[in-house]
Every structure is written in structure tokens, then in C-alpha cells.
């Protein structure tokens, strides 16, 4: 059985920053491209950012620059710093494992950006 427990969501001022966590069981997170998505009220859900296999890694232009994402193989985790927080990076935050036509999702943890 295939879980993916995302933590380290809360509450943070603006500029703040955050470390979100997502611990997988079931998987290998070395042999998956791995990703971070959010979905704010009323929206769809997008994109953070992924790092493949290869540990590279890509990011949505309104992070970039903020958000650093990382894997450690050896614990079978991966995290997303984030960094710079504003209001508008208030959202649900899931983790992905992908792996050809198979993908796998957390349960998401909340994360909220305001003074």
C-alpha cells in the first residue's frame, strides 16, 4: 500500500518561511519523479514543483527563486522550503509520486500566508 504523508503545513506571516515534508512508505521516492502541488480555494490545482529522478528539478515561475525542493533518498522523503512566503501562496499543499501512467497523492497539508 502506497502512502504519501505531507506535514509542516501552518500559519505564517508574510515573508515568513515554512518546510514542508512528505514521507512516503510503499515506494521508492529514488525511482519516482516526485512533485509539490497546491490548490487555493476556487482554484485549480497546479504545480510547486517536481524534482525527476535525475534530481532535476523545475518550478512555477511564481515561485522560483522562493521555493527549493529536495529529496533524500536514504530517509525516502521529500521536502519543499519555502521561503519569502506571501498571501498568495495560501493553498493545500499536496505531494506526488509519479511514475509512468501511475501517480500516487497525499492527503495534503494546509498552509496559510497572512499577517
Known amino acids: 500500500q502506497v502512502q504519501l504523508v505531507a506535514s509542516g503545513g501552518g500559519l505564517v506571516q508574510p515573508g515568513g518561511s515554512l518546510r514542508l515534508s512528505c514521507a512516503a512508505s510503499?515506494?521508492?521516492?529514488?525511482?519516482?519523479?516526485m512533485g509539490w502541488y497546491r490548490q487555493a480555494p476556487g482554484k485549480q490545482r497546479e504545480l510547486v514543483a517536481i524534482?525527476?529522478?535525475?534530481?532535476?528539478?523545475n518550478y512555477a515561475d511564481s515561485v522560483k527563486g522562493r521555493f527549493t525542493i529536495s529529496r533524500d533518498n536514504a530517509k525516502n522523503t521529500v521536502d519543499l522550503q519555502m521561503n519569502s512566503l506571501r498571501p498568495e501562496d495560501t493553498a493545500v499543499y499536496y505531494c506526488?509520486?509519479?511514475?509512468?501512467?501511475?501517480?500516487?497523492w497525499g492527503q495534503g497539508t494546509q498552509v496559510n500566508v497572512s499577517s
Open positions: 524534482i525527476t529522478t535525475a534530481g532535476i528539478t
Open positions: 510503499g515506494i521508492s521516492v529514488s525511482i519516482y519523479t
Open positions: 506526488n509520486a509519479q511514475q509512468f501512467g501511475t501517480r500516487y
